[in-house]
């Protein structure tokens, strides 16, 4: 049975809502610890900031497109804003505080305050793992600032999470590894597909804040 088939059928969204409130995700992400990768694993490390705004009510996360680059594993990809580590970084936090700042004008220092830390993924990509590491920072936003978005940024939207926490937006991507396509959950939202590494670290903040298992990731199966 793929992944996807295995999903749950949707759910009343209000009934998910009360699990995403701001009180909540901030009491579950605090108590929570996160998985490391050992750096012999992964000698290349890199952070994603994964931002969360409640004034409409229930947790929404902010996600960009990347622009299409000749070269990028994530070429058109929909994504956090982050990147990877550089010399002048103090810190993987840093990491993701300037990437944000480049990507889509933002500054979490002024603009978000931390509120805690997912799990560290392997990078996948064609089927494959990277020797990379990628570590997801949780922030809330404080303001409502304007976006201003990046030349690897060629958009930025707002996630629905009691949405996908539901099922209301499942769908599945194909995704070739070599002569096999399998399907892949995802999201599809106005007419955006999140998938892949995206989805499957905002499926464990979901685990995090609903208490709940994770899905496992396919692609590296």
Not at 104 to 112: E, I, K, P
Not at 139 to 158: D, H, I, K, Q, V
Not at 164 to 171: H, K, P, R, S, V
Request: glycine share 8%; hydrophobic share 45%.
């Amino acid at each position: 049975m793929s992944t996807a088939a295995a999903r749950p059928s949707a759910i009343d969204p209000d009934s998910m809502a009360a699990g995403l409130k701001r009180s909540v995700v901030r009491s579950r992400l605090g108590a929570a610890t996160a998985t490391m990768v050992p750096a012999l694993l992964a000698p290349r490390r890199s952070a994603v900031a994964v931002l969360l705004r409640f004034d409409r009510g229930p947790a929404e996360v902010l996600l960009m497109r990347r622009v299409k680059r000749e070269g990028d594993r994530w070429s058109g990809h929909i994504s956090f804003p982050g990147g990877m580590a550089q010399p002048e970084d103090a810190d993987l936090l840093a990491t993701a505080t300037r990437e944000t700042v480049e990507e889509v004008g933002l500054d979490l220092t002024a603009a978000a305050a931390p509120t805690g830390r997912l799990d560290e993924r392997l990078a996948i990509a064609s089927g494959k793992v990277i020797p990379m590491a990628i570590s997801p920072f949780v922030f809330e936003l404080t303001c409502s600032p304007t976006l201003r978005l990046g030349p690897e940024a060629e958009e930025a939207f707002w996630l629905p999470l009691a949405a996908a926490a539901a099922g209301e937006l499942d769908g599945t991507v194909d995704y070739r590894f070599g002569p096999v396509v399998k399907k892949l959950p995802c999201w599809r939202y106005q007419g955006r597909t999140v998938w892949g590494l995206t989805w499957s670290m905002l499926d464990g903040l979901l685990a995090v804040v609903l208490n709940r298992p994770p899905h496992p990731d396919p692609r590296a199966r």
